[in-house]
């Protein structure tokens, strides 16, 4: 393969081939021109931490293994971690052992880097009883568990902005070390629209049943997708608010940001990425083949 840079492969490359801008990324990291870290702090590193900043990033940059920063609570790690990541420039993956520290720090991240992808990623269950069976009694004791929709709403922004934009800053527990799938698989398995796309309501909506979204007549929820008249609505799971898509005599016209009560637009946009509504996707061909596999391993 020709060597290129991000710019390059952006400009020879269909602009919503988001897969090949992604392949570059990953051979250039971030290209400065194109997305990078950047703090914004009224502070600066001080004492020690110009010190320790320094001798990690040397560390890493010399493909050193482990590196260990050490400080008592309070004297800046995270504020040290930040200007680390900002002076390498790559994506980032931050474990906690618990959801409270990992808030906390993913609360602390969002500040420090405002336009870039900081997401959360922890496991979406508040309460989890695995099945159970009690040989004496005979009495089996059916899985119970319930999940918080702002974490599962989380998790899916997390996903989208892995596979959408390379500054990203995932702050995670150990719930990210569990596959879901391989994300070529959700990328493969979007729906892209965009402003002028000459495409008919009802194909935009079949390709999103097709990527298990629920369509309804009624009021709409994370996860529908309604269609009345020229107004195609849809509500990503991974977002606060629904957008709405407007088409016209020659197509798609536009593409809105609306507030979910009063539909009032917030936002024009110039192009979607609409990402599955499950993070289980899979194509014909291997759910097939699974199938099969199953069938013969009973015979």
Known sequence: MVDCTYL????LSDPFDISRALEGASKERLSPE????????????AGDQEYAIGELVSQLENLQERCVLLGVTGSGKTFAMAHIIERLNIPTLIISHNKTLARQLHQ???GLFPNNGVEYFVSHYD????????PKRDLYIDKELSINEKIEQERFATVASLVSRP?????SSVSCIYGLNAPETFLKHHCRTFVGQTIEPMDLVRELIALQYRRTNSALERGDVRLRGEN??????SRDDPMRIRFGFEGVEHIQ?????????????EEAWIHPKAFF?????RFEEALEAGCNSKK
């Open 281 to 285: 996707m899979t194509s014909p061909e």
């Open 257 to 269: 940001i609306c507030d979910p009560v009063t539909w009032e637009v917030h936002e024009e946009l």
């Open 127 to 134: 309460y989890y009883q695995p099945e159970a069976y009690m």
């Open 8 to 11: 390059e492969l952006i400009e």
């Open 232 to 237: 195609l609505d849809v509500w990503m799971p």
């Open 34 to 45: 194109v997305s990078k870290f950047e703090i914004h702090s009224e502070f600066s590193p």
């Open 108 to 110: 602390e991240m969002a």
């Open 167 to 171: 500054d990203c800053i995932i702050v």
